[in-house]
């Protein structure tokens, strides 16, 4: 099973910029960059875009053969997990890819005003979140005055320091090729963005320290007063990375644990209960195995067990036993984020839930609804 988790291509992505960049330089690190980016791409498929770039700078470069099969000596090692499953599976991701990102995009064309606009919104928010900003038009503004920095240096600096700005440069903007598919307009789209924003940064800041440190001072202070401040505000808020901007909503810990508290204020702590989720990703344990542990381990009190759906092969199973029957307190969280099931899909797990327990008492907390549900055997012997 491949990774599939944005968070784990970040620090992946950034090996496999250094490396590439090592590769530019005349250094034989090209089969490595292959390989994270490999890696990262299992992690987020939509950084596919970025292999024809790389196929770029080899070319303009004027790179020797051996680089160009190392670099696909990598590809296919990162990509091999990924590679294996669409050989299983019939090649569903590619026929998936064809079908929707590009015949769908035939038949119903995307505007390009739409496109220009959430492009130029994404750029301002990356910018905002990682570098400065009270605003997303002032973050933009912020953009503007750093690429005017770099150009203005460009022409002054030596023809190695200016390939790779222009490398640099490239990574920045090259995810504008995702906006013209109908692609989700969500934030994880930026994550191969905010690295070479980092980069141009420091470059600026170096530069103006060497000749201006008071104005570098001022900006670095700026920079981190920006980010505590909005770290300070998403905290009281309870608003972590933009919601609008995820396909689901952000949550804080503390928030978890307090619908975990919930569970067990429904179910009671003397005994262990099933719990059952309804939510995505659909039959995933991880999320709930990881904050289950830390609560009862906080408390003392007994791990639940797993009634429904299961799929394997993700971190925290073994925390979470599946159970082929529900216990005496059976708890049923509906997610807030349940609408992204398929309706067939969700409709059955709910049939399910249905046929084997009945409805006893019910809480919502943060958009989450927490079930208190018993075994239909219990409640006809108690009658």
Request: glycine share 4%.
């Amino acid at each position: 099973r491949w990774i599939f988790n944005f968070s784990v291509s970040i620090p992946l992505l950034v090996w496999s910029y250094y490396f590439f960049y090592q590769t530019l330089q005349r250094q034989a690190r090209s089969w490595l960059a292959g390989l994270f980016l490999g890696l990262a791409i299992q992690g987020e498929i939509f950084l596919l875009y970025l292999i024809p770039f790389y196929y770029l700078w080899l070319y303009l470069s004027k790179h020797q053969f051996k680089n160009w099969w190392q670099l696909h000596l990598g590809l296919v090692l990162g990509l091999a997990p990924l590679l294996v499953a669409e050989l299983k599976f019939r090649f569903i991701a590619s026929q998936t890819f064809i079908k929707v990102f590009l015949l769908d995009n035939f038949s119903n064309p995307l505007q390009v005003q739409t496109a220009l606009l959430s492009y130029l919104d994404h750029l301002g928010m990356v910018v905002k979140h990682t570098v400065f900003g009270w605003s997303y038009p002032i973050a933009f503004a912020v953009l503007i005055v750093l690429i005017g920095f770099v150009l203005t240096k460009y022409h002054q600096a030596k023809r190695k320091t200016r390939l790779s700005l222009l490398f640099v440069l490239t990574l920045l903007f090259s995810h504008s090729i995702l906006f013209t598919f109908h692609f989700p307009n969500k934030v994880f789209l930026d994550l191969p963005v905010a690295v070479p924003l980092i980069i141009i940064t420091a470059y600026v800041l170096v530069n103006l320290w060497s000749t201006k440190k008071l104005l570098a001072s001022c900006c670095l202070m700026l920079i981190i007063g920006s980010n505590l401040h909005q770290l300070y505000l998403n905290t009281q808020r309870q608003t972590p990375f933009e919601l609008t901007n995820f396909i689901q909503n952000g949550m804080l810990f503390s928030q978890k644990l307090e619908i975990v508290q919930a569970m067990y204020h429904l179910a009671g702590t003397d005994q262990p209960f099933s719990l059952s989720v309804l939510g995505t990703p659909y039959g995933v344990r991880t999320v709930w195995a990881s904050v289950l542990e830390q609560y009862t381990r906080r408390h003392q009190l007994p791990m639940p067990s797993w009634f429904g759906y299961v799929a394997h092969g993700y971190p925290g199973e073994q925390l979470l036993v599946p159970q082929d029957h529900p216990h005496d307190q059976h708890i049923l969280l509906i997610e807030a984020n349940q609408d992204l099931i398929d309706q067939y899909t969700r409709l059955q797990y709910l049939a399910h839930q249905d046929k084997v327990t009945t409805l006893v008492a019910e809480q919502e907390l943060y958009g989450y609804k927490i079930q208190l549900r018993k075994p239909i055997k219990i409640i006809n012997k108690n009658n």
